[in-house]
């Protein structure tokens, strides 16, 4: 098993934190969610689809998704 496959503590405390910060962002109404949606998608896109841990989340992903998932714990 090498080290990508396998979420550190730390890594899962960002992301953690991260979708903290995803919902705190989708409670200011003065932020556009739709666009801030298309543009986290298009970012992602953009980024290698690997490696993976194990489970089968993108690592280059994780940061900005856990942003999205607590966008959507709000919406």
């Given at each position: 098993?090498?080290?990508?496959?396998v979420?550190?503590?730390?890594?899962?405390?960002?992301?953690?934190?991260l979708?903290l910060?995803?919902?705190?962002?989708?409670l200011?109404?003065?932020?556009?969610?739709?666009?801030?949606?298309?543009?986290?998608q298009?970012?992602?896109?953009?980024?290698?689809?690997?490696p993976?841990?194990?489970g089968?989340?993108?690592?280059h992903q994780?940061a900005?998704?856990?942003?999205?998932?607590?966008?959507?714990?709000?919406?």
């Amino acid at each position: 098993m090498k080290s990508d496959d396998v979420v550190t503590p730390f890594e899962l405390g960002v992301c953690s934190a991260l979708m903290l910060i995803g919902k705190a962002i989708a409670l200011n109404p003065s932020i556009d969610l739709e666009m801030l949606k298309q543009d986290a998608q298009a970012m992602m896109k953009a980024m290698p689809d690997e490696p993976h841990w194990e489970g089968g989340k993108q690592i280059h992903q994780a940061a900005i998704e856990s942003v999205l998932a607590g966008m959507a714990k709000v919406l």
